[in-house]
């Protein structure tokens, strides 16, 4: 029996800096919705060097599957790679790491997820993402009557096939009394109304961004409380929402929750890759090992994901089990009609 089977994708991550990289500080149409004030500028043709490379696994399926293992979770990855040499070190690397690479896909048609993330020497960053393996897990490769005893799943950003499963992973998981964590993406949250809503309502957890938060609910994310009023009748569960290094607020439908991030802290900041599935990851472990305390929780979380900005990578500064960490302070908030709050 697994504690926690975590779904999403598997990727390597390759990371190049360079003070080659010029900032262009013009309006720019990238062919998105509306211009950006800024973008990286290479010279055309040229041979640009570089000052640091590094490789690193990632993808939101591998990095929260970490952060289980190392908390004393028996956790599993259901997910998949390319059949090549990036997939085959991922599965090494979660092996030993003890997460259970029993679930996870060998894909022969497809190579593993990769992102190529550019930075200039100021930490700014371009991410180009090639979406691969991982987008073909469909419903017949996921190994159902191997995990309908699993405590928890732990649903990260889904692409691709699996984002069209999602609505039947959390289905089973009801149906086999498995609790969900759901940390959707842009494509989850664009699913229709109706059908998103009849999925979150059987959330536990639900993990969003303020972006996320905003999209979801039409609210402007400054307006927390009419986010969590809506987000409340959307998702029962617990709701959580992460802020931008700014903090994070979490409710219960009683209470609202809320501490600081990074953002507020003074603490230096090497890498963002894979922030958010730290403080998820880290924020359900101690959901799970102190039944349902959302202070502690958010303490887990906030601190697991700032041990993740201090090293480069999505998984090498993870806490473990029993690790001592800075215990950030929580302030809670009753709230009562019209979504008024009081601080306890």
Known sequence: MYDIVTFGSAAQDVRVKSKAFKILNDKVDFGG?????????????????????????????????????????????????????????ILRELKSYKVDTKLAKKNNTKKTNTSVIISSSDNDRTILVYRGASEEVGEK??????????????????TGL?????GKIVDFAKENNIKVAVNPSKQQLSLPTDQLERILSKVDILFLNQEEASFLTKVSFEDENEIFKKIDIICPGVAVMTKDGQGVVASDG??????????????KIVDT???????????LSDYIRTNGN???????????????????????????????????????????????CITK
């Open 141 to 158: 490769d996921i190994p159902w009557t191997k995990i309908k005893k699993a405590k928890w799943f732990y649903i990260a950003p889904l």
């Open 33 to 89: 919705p509306g211009g950006t004030d800024q973008g990286i500028c290479l010279p055309l043709g040229s041979k640009i060097d570089v000052e640091d490379i590094s490789f690193a696994s990632g993808g939101g399926g591998t990095n929260t599957a970490v952060t289980f293992a190392f908390q004393g979770f028996k956790t599993a990855f259901c997910g998949a790679v390319g059949n090549d040499f990036e997939g085959q070190e």
């Open 273 to 283: 890759t894979g922030a958010g599935d730290s403080f998820a990851s880290g924020f």
């Open 162 to 166: 699996l984002c069209d499963t999602f």
């Open 294 to 340: 959302i202070e502690r929780a958010i303490q887990l979380g906030l601190a697991n994901g700032l041990a993740n900005l201090s090293v480069v990578g999505a998984k090498g500064g993870l806490l473990k089990k029993g690790q001592s960490f800075e215990k950030i302070p929580v302030s809670k908030q009753e709230c009562g009609q019209n979504n008024l």
């Open 254 to 267: 009683k209470y609202l929750y809320s501490a600081p991030g990074s953002g507020q802290m003074k603490i």
